[in-house]
């Protein structure tokens, strides 16, 4: 069973902050990966194949989704093996539906209700899918729809595995 959504806004605005102050966010990132070394080395693996800039944006929102849920509130243990494991399960068994990585790839996304942290997930879909090209900021890449299917595939395999080991505080 999924933990209570974070609210929307507050995902917005955490996310956002994250990319207000990158040289501030960068210390920030390091201690959460440094926290969470299991779930980091799953998600390196899962998205080396993607190559450079696409796996630096996924490791980067990565982090984020990290540091929004750490901000919060509440404890987010660390992640294990069988916690991977088992969100990935979870994902394999649907990701087949998903597919092709087109145009409707994030409404199919959306559509699946049990999805730990939706807010979170559909702020992660936005950025891949859903920004303008007005939206994108000078030193972002554009990624094509493939690698922005593996990358949310990865991100929302992540999300499960923090969700199950995040135990919300009590506002």
Not at 142 to 165: F, G, I, R
Request: glycine share 8%.
């Amino acid at each position: 069973m999924s933990n209570p959504a974070i609210p929307r806004d507050q995902v917005h605005s955490l996310s956002e902050a994250c990319g207000n102050d990158p040289l501030g966010f960068q210390s920030i990132a390091a201690r959460l990966m440094k926290d969470q070394r299991r779930l980091g080395r799953f998600f390196e693996e899962n998205v080396a194949a993607l190559g450079g800039k696409a796996a630096q944006i996924g490791l980067y929102m990565m982090t984020v989704c990290l540091r929004v849920i750490d901000q919060s509130g509440g404890r987010l243990y660390k992640v294990s093996g069988d916690d991977i494991a088992a969100a990935s399960a979870k994902i394999s068994a649907v990701a087949g539906g998903l597919l092709p990585a087109d145009a409707g790839f994030a409404d199919r996304a959306k559509a699946i209700e049990w999805r730990a942290q939706p807010h979170l997930l559909d702020e992660i879909l936005w950025a891949l899918y859903e920004r303008s090209p007005e939206q994108i900021k000078d030193g972002e890449a554009d990624l094509s729809p493939k690698e922005s299917a593996l990358l949310y595939l990865a991100l929302w395999t992540a999300v499960e595995a923090m969700d199950a080991n995040w135990k919300p505080g009590k506002a």
